[in-house]
């Protein structure tokens, strides 16, 4: 199991990037990107996460408040996503239009 996502880096590529934070999760780790829009971009892996124990990933949309519900990203969290689909995830949730509520 990997303790940090490899390659993200590129992530501050991403215009719009206000946060990153990083941190160890069970056997793994968690990031979350915050952008100038509002919303919060989550991506774990470890045991427990979908997809961790075969070293994929899963990301969630988040918001202040918490998980996001309502975007047309995904209505729950995204599972077994490979890391080219989490930069596409990623670049999903900073081109979401800016949050009003």
């Known amino acids: 199991m990997v303790t940090k996502l490899p390659e ?4 501050f590529e ?15 780790f968690g990031v979350k ?16 996460s ?3 124990d075969q070293g994929l ?3 969630a ?3 202040e408040e918490g998980l996001c519900y309502d975007t047309p990203i995904t209505d729950d969290v995204v599972g077994r ?7 596409e995830f990623l670049t999903q ?5 800016r949050r009003t509520t």
């Open 8 to 11: 993200l880096p590129d992530v």
């Open 14 to 28: 991403l215009e719009g990037v206000v946060d990153f934070t990083q941190e160890e999760i069970w056997d793994g």
């Open 33 to 48: 990107v915050e952008f100038v829009n509002g919303y919060i971009a989550s991506v774990i892996q470890h045991q427990y």
């Open 50 to 52: 979908y997809g961790g």
């Open 57 to 59: 990933f899963e990301g």
């Open 61 to 63: 949309v988040l918001t």
């Open 81 to 87: 996503m490979t890391l080219d689909e989490v930069r």
């Open 93 to 97: 949730v900073k081109n979401l239009p």
